[in-house]
Structure formats: structure tokens, C-alpha cells
């Protein structure tokens, strides 16, 4: 006969299961963009079936992730959760359902969990029914499937929370140790299970654990006596610490090696605690649990349903308390009360102090540790009147309250139409391109500390040669054949070097070390052909933290089960062999359409249907050809009319800003017409050679997601640009400009190109700028070249590397001619590698015209000559002075006589306006030459150096000009010394300007 409970306990997962359902779209994803990333969870499961396949066990590195430069992302994020769906995807479901599955199971393991918690606590099947029902839809609870869709790790911790109390319970109820054996084994491994589903989860929920255990020792010696309490106190410790050696394995390195890579940006600006707290905000005022993320709504809150009926139910505890459950009732208020202060900001003295708190990012995280009090504050309702037709009802009306509430808003989601064909090494490497993510993290927090600044790309970089000579030939992912020619090769590849991986060099271990700047390994070869293999194998410490867990894991084994359960283990263990199966491919076809956006859509995707517009047009599908001339894109439209544009871009305009502006490279428009249309693009010859994106728009309509929502801007499938190779005779870095033009929204364009005789050993970043007559400041970009997406560490030696970048033209008021200053500097060290004025242009017309540098040899024949020199390093070859209404301009004509191969320190040049009568300095300008434009470091031997000083125009009837150069070093600043027409002086050079014309001699 079945029992009553199950009755209500299959009522209750029929419900876990319908909050699941509108996830189970075949051969789709569950997309989430507006509010996260779902689309980390392909790469995450991806990347952990690629890593056992690899032969990693437990996994800690995803090999192709970083842009195939390898990341180790599940040595410090908890993997459980991607497990469970590798389990499914092992036995052989296609990613996109072994997702789906690993999520429907999270929800019934959760529900199932509160009922047994509920009902074990209460003894009363309502209550066990109401607070599952709670649990499983609980707002926050679907929001870390349904708006936060990669947060399937923080989901199945919430499932472990009230199983871990369940556990917790019978321990401390067992009458002796026979009968607390099991519950002690499942608190051990549920404890465990919950650190490795999710990090901070395990971190915000353990100390409310800790606390109900010693309630639960704390209570029996109440009832039972000091040393019933104490031994059960005992078990209980006991069980957790058996959970933390299960589970050290993964926490104990990642919290001891997280100085190995760049945490720092996990706390940090929009991650900072202080940004997320909540105060009378707390609830959502709707009936209808609002679930999108706009500047206008927010779904980390309370739900309106939720809050009431949380205080109804809080009434019927405290009735309740007078018949019984005291300490689970006690337990449940100070889950509510401590919850829901830790969420606002009250409590910010806590998160202050508390260590490692801040790690936990939002305080309205602790709305999944509130969910258990209310869940079960809400299973209290069903405590209250007699058993009959009108609790029947009114309870089912409760639950029918909670699934409306939870559920409207779900009736429409949005999906990723993919098949396994869709989810590659390949195609995830684009969705960290396109999304400029690394390894699903969006701030690159586990990149190594020797990665400055972080990469954008770099799937396509090869291996060099560092010294010596050879070829390096990537065999496969981890190993590369090198052939070195000379006796001992330096080289260097393609794959981040953090402690744990192991290097062989023909089977043989091998020294290896990180390049500081790109992070890349660095090591020896010999001559002859190498097979060169890099795996992770983790440290000292993560080894023996694997064998602690593993030892524990035996003990617990032999000591706790039974032949009775022998048998369900070994099943179990059968089960989780699936994990190291060869996941089967799912069915391979063509994506229709595939597109991508960046605000909602980033993963490239099929659309079945076609891609629907606002307006009504819809897109079939199209064919992207390249010509002898440039590029040929057809449009095949279903339906519409008006205008649609397609526009050439770098992946870098997702990352556009008003400060930081992206250049559309070629643009076309062309009336929608049903059929194909096509468009065709003659591409600059200088246009530079990389992968591209072509971004469609309407005039007057924009793309919508399957459930109608707006898209951002619609991009079609990336595109590869192949340009025949410019060679370069150069002896050292150089940079040109070969053209600038502007735009039409009145930011300039500048067409670069770059050179390098070899290659070069880190992804520098570039400065340039612009500035007019007096070194007043008009534009600048900094970032790498190409924003990142053309490193300098793929460059190749003696060929020119074009990069085209747009700059914000600051204002017209600018004296002519501007200059352009191009610098490149290593961003660990802040060493300039690169500093030079590259040329000049005016405005004519509207447009810029440019003229690049020349090397000025001879003095003009305006200036007056001196014969001084600083130092016998630098020379003024002479000097001009001009005086207009209100500037008086000083020209320096500067000359380095020192050779090249002594270096050149940078100095700072100083200028007073003196009152001769009385010594007093009128005016004065203490700043690098040319105002930095031109550093006296990169100052080549026998070039006149123009540095022009003006200065508001003084008062006095005659003036005296003092010039010199300085260092600043500490807080020392000394000047160079002086030696003029072959005659020592001190360290200050006079001009002597009488009745403000300029004398004919220095002194």
C-alpha cells in the first residue's frame, strides 16, 4: 500500500519537475543573456569532458580554453555540478540535454531534500508539501537557472542545503551509534557534495550548519544529558570534517593557491560587495514574480507571494512553538533574520570584517540561505486547522499561489538552437573572441600572474623561436614537434605556464618557465627534431590533497558500508564511470542562419525559422563569398521591405565606448527585396588581414530572439580577411601612419602599420596621440594593437602588421599642424619599448592631410645658433623667439651627440621668464621636450629635436630666458651641466632678451 508521504512527496517533485519544463527544449539551450551567460555552461562541460578525455581525473584545466592557451578554471571554480551533466553527456545525450538534465535533477534533488527536511522536522505531510513547493519555487531559486543561466554550481548548492540539515538531523536524533551511521555518512558527503557544487554557497551556508548542529547537541543535553550531547556533538563535527577531507581535494589548493592567479578583479568595481546590497527594495511589489534585468526591474529579491506568506507562516511557528520543534523553529527565524540582515546594509560591518566574505560579490547571495527559512517558515502554514476539505483546499490553493507567482513569468524563454556540431573547440574559442570572455569568466580572474595585460586573442599563435632557429609545429592539443637547428633553442609557446602543468621534451621532464607579459611557457630544446608535450598534473599540494580525499573516501567506504549497501555502491560507481566515456556526437546539421549579438544572443546559432525582425522582415538565410576584389554577401529574404545595411567590423565594437570608439571598416545598404540580395565590398588594399565581423541593421526594424525580445546589434557569421604579405626591412620596432581620414562622426581614422625585425616576446600595449602646435592635447587611444585582437606576440618578423583604429577628435581649436605620437610599453615593467613622433597633418577641406616625419638635420635658417651642451649628451644647436598678442613662444633646437650605444636618459626641460632687474621668474614650464611627444631617450645622434614653449606673455619691458635639463630622482632634481662655446658653466643657460628682441649671443 503506498504510503500517504509519497503521495505528497510525488506531488511535490511533480511540481520540481514543472519548474524544470520549460527548460527541456530539444537540441536547444536555455538562453539568458539579459541577466547571464548561459552559454558558459557548453564551454564548462565542453572543456571538463576534453579534460577526461585527456586523462585528467579530477579535472582542473581546460585545455582549449584562453583562446587555446589552456585555463585553469576548475582548479578554483567548484565543478560538481558540471559533472553531473558530464554523467548524462557520458551515456551518451547530446550537451544541450545533459545540461538540461543536470538542471531537472538539481530541482528534484532540491525538492525532495526540503520535503524530507520539512517532514522529518514537522511530521506532517502539508508542511513537508508546502515548504518543497517553497523551496522549488523560491524567486531566487529559478533565477539562477532562468536569468542567471551559467549559475547551475551556485543552483545545485541550494539543493544540498536543506539535504545536509536533513542529515544533520538524524545525527543528532540517532539513539546510538548504529543507528547514526548512515545519516552520519550522508552529512559527511552531502557536506562535501555542497563545497564542490559552489564556493561561496558552501562558504555563506556552513556557518548556519555549524550553528544547527550545536542546537542539535545543545538540545539533547537539555533533554537527554551532558555526555548524550557531547558524543552526539562529536558525530556531528565529525561528519563535517569527513565532508572537508572528502572535499579537500578541490578546496584546500584552491584557496591556498588562488596567489597563483589574478583574483583581484572577482572583488573589484561592479564585484564589490558595496554596489549589491538591498534595503526597502527588498521585495518585489507584483503578485507575478518579475524576472528581467533592466535598469527597472531586478530579480534578486524577494518575491511578493513569497514575503506574506513567509510572515503568515512565521505566526504559525511561534504557534506552534508552544507545542514543540523549539529548536528547528528557533533555527528557521535566525536563518530568516541573519539571512536577511547579511543582504542589506546593515550589515556591511560583517562583510568588512568577516574574512573572505567580500569573495561572495553580491550580499544578495544570501537569498539562497534565506530560502530555507522561508521555505520552511511557509511548510508551517500547514500546520495550522484540522485535516479535511477545507485544508485541503486552502493548502492547495497555497501551492497553486506559489506556482503562478513563480512560474507566469516563465511562459516565454528564449533558446539557442545548437546541435553538438555546434559546440566545438572551435566555436567556444569564437565565443570568448566574440564576448571577450576567457574560460566563462568574464573578469579573467584565473589567468596566471605573469599574464599582463590579458589577451583578446591568440587561437591562431604559434610557437618561437626566442634564440636559435627551427620550425615548431603544433601536433596536437599540448604537444608540438620542434626541430631547432642550433645547439641550444630558446623557445617559447602557446600555452599559459601556472604551477601544476608537467613538461616533457621527448618523454623526458623538462625545466620550463612563465614568460612575464603573455604568460606563455618558456624552455630549452636541443638541436634535432623534439616532441615537446605539456599536460596538467597539478602541485605538490594538489596531489597530496587529492590522495587526503581519495584515503578518506577508502576509510569511509570500509568502514560504513555494509554487504547490504555493497551492492548500491558498486552500482553507483558503475554509473560514474559514464564520466570517462567518449562522449557520442549528437546529431550534425547544417545551423540555418547563424548569427549572434552581444547583448542577448552572444553564442553563434542556427535559427530554423530564419531571423525575424521587428518590422516584419525576415532573413532565410545567406552566403558569404570572397572575390578577387573583396567580399560578396547574399541576403536571402523571406519577407520585408525597406533598407538593410551591412557593416564590416572588429570583434572589438562590442567593446566600443565613448571614450574608446571602433571604426566601421565598410559599410553597404541595399533594399530588402524577397530573394537573394546581394552586396558586394571592394576592401582597402591596406585593410588589415584577421577575422572580422559583418554586422546587419535595418532602418527600421531590429532583430528579435524566438520569444519576441529585442536583440542587439545582429552579426553574421565571422569571416576570415587574407591579405598577400608587405615586407618589412626594418632593424627595430617602427610604426607609420599611412593614411588618416574623418569619419562621419567626426572621430579620426588612423591606417597604421607596424614592424618588428623579430618576434616579439609580449603583447605590449600601444598609446597614440595627438597634439597640436603647443603640445595641447586632442586624442588618444590606449589599448593593444587592433584593441587587442592582434597581439604583438603573434606578429611575424619583417612583415607589416596594419592596424586601423579610431580616435575622438576632442576639439577644432587646435594650432596647426598636429602631431601624431605613436608609443608601445611593456605593461608589467611600464617600459617604454617604443616612443616616436611619427608625423604631421592639417586640415584642409574637412579632411586631415598628413605628412609623415622627416629626420631634421640643419638648423633653420631663422634660428639663432648657440654652441652649448648638456651633459656632452645633448646639445642646443639654437633657439627662436616669436611674441604674439598674448603667447611669447620660445623654438629649442635640440641635438643628441652622444652616439646610439650609449643610452640616453630621459630629462625634463625647464624654461623661466626672468625679470633681469630683479631676478624674479615671471613665467616658467618644466616639462619633458616637445611635452613628452619626443623623450630624450629615443633621440637619435645628430636629428634636430624642435621643441617649441609657449607661455602667457609677460608684463616686464625686457626678459632673460634660463634654460636647462633635469632629472627627477627621489626627491632630487638634478641638472645637467652646462658647457657653452667650449667654456664650463654651472647648470643654467642665459638667453638674454633685451627690450624684448632677441640679443644675437648666449651667455
Not at 579573467?444 to 634564440?467: C, D, H, I, K, N
Not at 566601421?664 to 584577421?690: C, H, T, W
Request: glycine share 8%.
Amino acid at each position: 500500500m503506498i504510503k500517504r508521504s509519497h503521495i505528497f512527496l510525488a506531488a511535490a517533485l511533480l511540481i520540481a519537475w514543472a519548474a524544470a519544463f520549460p527548460l527541456l527544449e530539444p537540441n536547444a539551450l536555455l538562453n539568458t543573456r539579459g541577466g547571464g551567460d548561459s552559454p558558459f555552461l557548453l564551454q564548462r562541460l565542453h572543456q571538463l569532458i576534453a579534460g577526461l578525455q585527456g586523462g585528467q581525473f579530477p579535472v582542473r584545466w581546460m585545455p582549449n580554453a584562453a583562446y587555446g592557451l589552456g585555463y585553469p578554471f576548475f582548479h578554483f571554480y567548484a565543478p560538481f555540478s558540471i559533472y553531473v551533466a558530464a554523467l548524462f553527456k557520458g551515456v551518451g545525450f547530446p550537451f544541450t540535454r545533459a545540461i538540461q538534465l543536470a538542471q531537472l535533477s538539481g530541482f528534484l534533488v532540491a525538492g525532495w531534500g526540503m520535503f524530507a527536511l520539512a517532514r522529518t522536522w514537522f511530521k506532517d505531510d502539508w508542511a513537508a508539501m508546502l515548504a518543497s513547493v517553497a523551496y522549488t519555487t523560491a524567486p531566487f531559486h529559478f533565477v539562477n537557472v532562468y536569468v542567471r543561466g551559467d549559475s547551475l554550481a551556485e543552483f545545485w548548492a541550494m539543493a544540498f542545503y536543506p539535504v545536509t540539515l536533513l542529515a544533520a538531523t538524524k545525527v543528532g536524533r540517532a539513539n546510538d551509534w548504529r543507528e547514526a551511521r548512515l545519516p552520519f555518512l550522508g552529512l559527511a558527503f552531502s557536506f562535501a557534495a555542497l563545497v564542490l557544487s559552489h564556493n561561496i554557497s558552501a562558504l555563506i551556508f556552513s556557518p548556519f550548519l555549524a550553528i544547527y548542529c550545536l542546537q542539535c547537541g545543545a538540545g539533547s543535553a537539555i533533554s537527554r544529558g551532558l555526555k548524550y550531547a557531547q558524543q552526539r556533538i562529536v558525530w556531528l563535527v565529525g561528519a563535517g570534517l569527513v565532508g572537508l577531507l572528502l572535499s579537500a581535494w578541490f578546496w584546500l589548493p584552491a584557496i591556498v593557491e588562488k596567489e597563483l592567479v589574478q583574483l583581484g578583479p572577482v572583488t573589484e568595481g561592479y564585484f564589490s560587495y558595496v554596489n549589491h546590497f538591498r534595503g526597502w527594495d527588498l521585495v518585489q511589489p507584483t503578485l507575478i514574480f518579475d524576472y528581467a534585468v533592466t535598469a527597472n526591474a531586478d530579480p534578486f529579491r524577494l518575491g511578493l507571494v513569497q514575503a506574506v506568506l513567509t510572515g503568515v507562516g512565521v505566526i504559525g511557528l511561534l504557534w506552534r512553538w508552544r507545542t514543540g520543534q523549539r529548536r528547528e523553529i528557533s533555527f528557521v527565524l535566525l536563518l530568516l533574520v541573519m539571512a536577511s540582515w547579511m543582504i542589506t546594509p546593515l550589515s556591511r560591518i560583517a562583510w568588512e570584517g568577516l574574512p573572505l566574505l567580500d569573495f561572495t560579490q553580491f550580499p544578495w547571495r544570501f537569498l539562497s540561505v534565506q530560502a530555507v527559512g522561508t521555505a520552511l517558515a511557509i511548510g508551517g502554514l500547514g500546520l495550522f486547522g484540522k485535516e479535511g476539505l477545507v485544508k485541503q483546499l486552502g493548502m492547495a490553493g497555497i501551492v497553486v499561489l506559489m506556482a503562478w507567482s513563480a512560474l507566469s513569468d516563465l511562459r516565454q524563454v528564449d533558446f539557442l538552437a545548437l546541435h553538438d556540431s555546434d559546440v566545438t573547440a572551435a566555436r567556444l574559442a569564437e565565443y570568448e573572441w566574440f564576448t571577450s570572455n576567457i574560460g566563462t569568466t568574464i573578469s579573467a580572474e584565473y589567468l596566471p600572474q605573469t599574464v599582463q595585460p590579458r589577451p583578446y586573442a591568440g587561437f591562431e599563435a604559434r610557437g618561437f623561436f626566442a634564440s636559435g632557429d627551427g620550425t615548431i609545429e603544433r601536433m596536437e592539443d599540448g604537444v608540438w614537434r620542434v626541430t631547432g637547428v642550433s645547439a641550444e633553442n630558446h623557445i617559447h609557446l602557446p600555452h599559459l605556464a601556472i604551477d601544476g602543468i608537467r613538461v616533457r621534451v621527448n618523454g623526458e621532464r623538462s625545466a620550463w618557465a612563465s614568460q612575464n607579459g603573455t604568460g606563455w611557457l618558456r624552455l630549452t630544446v636541443p638541436a634535432g627534431e623534439n616532441i615537446v608535450s605539456v599536460d596538467y598534473v597539478g602541485t605538490r599540494l594538489t596531489r597530496s590533497a587529492e590522495f587526503l580525499s581519495l584515503l578518506t573516501l577508502i576509510l569511509v567506504l570500509i568502514s560504513f558500508i555494509n554487504r547490504r549497501n555493497l551492492v548500491v555502491t558498486g552500482a553507483v560507481t558503475l554509473l560514474f564511470t559514464g564520466l570517462v566515456l567518449i562522449a557520442r556526437d549528437g546529431s550534425v546539421q547544417a545551423s540555418r542562419a547563424p548569427s549572434w549579438d552581444f547583448a542577448q544572443q552572444a553564442y553563434l546559432h542556427g535559427s530554423p525559422d530564419g531571423i525575424l525582425f521587428s518590422n516584419g522582415a525576415r532573413l532565410g538565410d545567406y552566403t558569404i563569398s570572397h572575390t578577387e576584389n573583396g567580399l560578396t554577401v547574399t541576403l536571402d529574404w523571406l519577407s520585408g521591405s525597406g533598407t538593410a545595411t551591412i557593416a564590416l567590423a572588429t570583434p572589438a565594437i562590442n567593446r566600443a565606448t565613448p571614450t574608446i570608439p571602433v571604426p566601421i571598416l565598410a559599410e553597404q545598404s541595399q533594399p530588402i527585396a524577397l530573394g537573394p540580395v546581394a552586396y558586394q565590398f571592394a576592401l582597402d588594399e591596406n585593410l588589415p588581414a584577421g577575422r572580422y565581423l559583418l554586422r546587419l541593421t535595418l532602418a527600421d526594424g531590429v532583430a528579435l530572439t524566438e520569444d519576441g525580445q529585442p536583440r542587439g546589434d545582429l552579426f553574421l557569421a565571422p569571416i576570415e580577411i587574407e591579405r598577400p604579405a608587405e615586407i618589412a626591412d626594418v632593424a627595430q620596432l617602427t610604426a607609420r601612419v599611412d593614411e588618416i581620414e574623418r569619419l562621419e562622426n567626426g572621430n579620426i581614422l588612423l591606417k597604421t602599420a607596424w614592424a618588428t625585425p623579430q618576434r616579439l616576446a609580449a603583447n605590449y600595449q600601444m598609446t597614440w596621440r595627438v597634439y597640436d602646435r603647443f603640445g595641447r592635447f586632442y586624442a588618444e587611444l590606449d589599448a593593444q594593437p587592433a584593441y587587442g585582437f592582434s597581439p604583438t606576440t603573434l606578429w611575424q618578423p619583417n612583415i607589416w602588421q596594419h592596424d586601423w583604429l579610431a580616435l575622438n577628435w576632442l576639439a577644432e581649436d587646435g594650432v596647426e599642424p598636429y602631431s601624431v605620437v605613436a608609443t608601445m610599453r611593456d605593461v608589467p615593467s611600464g617600459d617604454f619599448v617604443y616612443q616616436r613622433e611619427l608625423g604631421t597633418f592639417v586640415i584642409r577641406n574637412g579632411q586631415p592631410v598628413y605628412s609623415a616625419r622627416q629626420p631634421q638635420q640643419e638648423l633653420p635658417a631663422t634660428a639663432i645658433a648657440t654652441a652649448t651642451t648638456f651633459g656632452n649628451q645633448i646639445e642646443l644647436a639654437g633657439y627662436e623667439i616669436e611674441e604674439t598678442t598674448d603667447l611669447f613662444l620660445v623654438t629649442l633646437y635640440w641635438r643628441r651627440i652622444s652616439p646610439l650605444s650609449e643610452p640616453l636618459d630621459d630629462y625634463l626641460r625647464f624654461l623661466y621668464l626672468v625679470n633681469p632687474i630683479t631676478g624674479e621668474i615671471l613665467q616658467q614650464m618644466n616639462t619633458p621636450p616637445r611635452f613628452g611627444i619626443a623623450p630624450t631617450s629615443g633621440w637619435h645622434t645628430g636629428e634636430i629635436i624642435t621643441d617649441l614653449v609657449a607661455l602667457p606673455r609677460p608684463t616686464a619691458p625686457s626678459l632673460d630666458i634660463q634654460v636647462g635639463l633635469f632629472q627627477i630622482i627621489n626627491d632630487s632634481y638634478p641638472r645637467l651641466p652646462i658647457t657653452s662655446a667650449g667654456v664650463a658653466q654651472e647648470d643654467l643657460l642665459l638667453l638674454t632678451q633685451c627690450e624684448k628682441r632677441p640679443c644675437d649671443t648666449a651667455k
